[in-house]
């Protein structure tokens, strides 16, 4: 990886999204004091034949589910627009000119934040509330790690942000950009902003959930989330695993950061909640600094699109240092089999230029890099029309 430099100052095919309960399915384990309980001592030598028989049968049968499931969902492919492509070269080639470059840029932001608020996403005030925060200001200087090195694929200009993610515009509009995400993704119309996007969180959250019941894997006591951002994914991965005492978002948008504390802290207070097991740290995804085998569950959201092929591989070897044997990662992306995504219009030229890793995004073979860095059992869940989550258990 190239070296790092330190900022100074302030500076599936396709999918239905689930549709089911919002409310949360970790897994609950029988106590041993109650009256169903199995025992051993009370089994007699054909009963325990035959429930390790149910039991197997039972998981044989949700493996075999999964990987159906999978099959159906995600098969790996590349959009004609990006990776290496004759015709990815020649549009990079047409980015490559300043002025068109510039031009494509404002109008990617223009016809972003039309869309958004013709679909009801209040986008412009929700912005305006921010800036008229004093409180969220306040944050960013308290979290802000100012020993922090940025990595220098980092350093970028990303959508269409001259600043890259490091400002308060784009942290200010990451919120409904990303409520635009999850109405653009979801195969259902007429929902609202809020309710596509905790549509499209519990079609995360039950893809791991599933994943984690197939695999006989522990419900997770504590959840690292690589690449929070403004900490939508952390309070969704909170309110879905109420078994986790602890959920870590770590980033390095100290101004992404400092909007998800502020809605932490604007959220109830109360005993056992998303905010009191929720916190935030400024820092990199791939040198978390968090002791070796201490977390059961590392979730990544949109933040591989945004990293390099190098750093991506850093962040999945993060990743598995950190876990536990048994411990479970999810990487929630962009699907490269989607056909929505292949589709080659005026959007996904514009789209491209904004994401300046994108080439590699799409050339990289996830599943693969999983199972090279110490995880076994690796499978991708569609989750939407755009989506997938690459998971794996750590061997």
């Not at 921010?130 to 694929?153: D, I, T, W």
Request: contains cysteine; proline residues 6%.
């Amino acid at each position: 990886m190239k070296p790092a430099t330190q900022v100074p100052g302030t500076a599936p095919l396709t999918a239905t999204a689930y549709t089911g309960s919002d409310l949360p399915v970790a897994k609950r384990r029988r106590p041993s004091g109650s009256p169903h309980a199995w025992s051993k001592q009370t089994l007699t030598d054909r009963q325990a034949a035959r429930l390790a028989s149910c039991t197997a049968t039972r998981r044989d049968h949700r493996l075999s589910a999964f990987a159906a499931d999978d099959a159906v969902l995600s098969k790996p492919s590349t959009p004609a627009w990006a990776g290496a492509s004759i015709l990815s070269r020649l549009l990079n080639l047409a980015f490559s000119i300043p002025a068109l470059s510039t031009a494509l840029k404002q109008t990617a932001k223009t016809k972003i934040i039309s869309e958004a608020e013709q679909k009801g996403v209040p986008w412009q005030q929700t912005v305006a509330d921010l800036q008229g925060s004093s409180q969220v200001y306040e944050l960013e200087a308290m979290l802000r790690n100012a020993a922090l090195h940025y990595p220098q694929y980092y350093l970028q200009e990303f959508h269409a942000y001259p600043e890259g993610n490091l400002g308060w515009l784009p942290a200010f509009e990451a919120e409904p950009a990303t409520d635009l995400v999850a109405v653009r993704s979801l195969a259902q119309k007429g929902l609202s902003p809020a309710e596509a996007q905790q549509q499209l969180r519990n079609s995360i959250n039950r893809a791991i959930q599933e994943y984690i019941t197939a695999y006989d894997a522990c419900d997770p006591g504590s959840i690292v989330d690589l690449g929070c951002g403004v900490g939508i994914s952390s309070r969704s991965l909170a309110e879905h695993f109420a078994s986790a005492q602890s959920v870590l978002g770590i980033d390095l948008s100290p101004f992404f950061l400092a909007v998800a504390e502020l809605r932490r802290r604007e959220a109830p207070q109360r005993s056992w909640s998303w905010s009191s097991r929720t916190s935030y740290r400024h820092g990199l995804c791939e040198a978390t600094e968090l002791p070796d085998a201490s977390v059961d569950l590392v979730n990544a959201s949109f933040l591989v699109h945004e990293c390099t092929a190098e750093a991506c591989a850093e962040i999945v070897r993060e990743a598995r240092r950190v876990l536990r044997p048994g411990g479970i990662l999810a990487l929630t992306d962009n699907d490269p089999g989607s056909q929505v995504l292949k589709e080659m219009n005026v959007m996904m030229v514009l789209r491209k230029i904004t994401e300046p890793w994108a080439d590699q995004f799409y050339m990289l073979d996830q599943e693969a890099l999983l199972r090279d860095n110490g995880f076994q059992s690796v499978q991708c869940r569609g989750i939407s029309l755009r989506h997938r989550v690459v998971l794996g258990q750590a061997v």
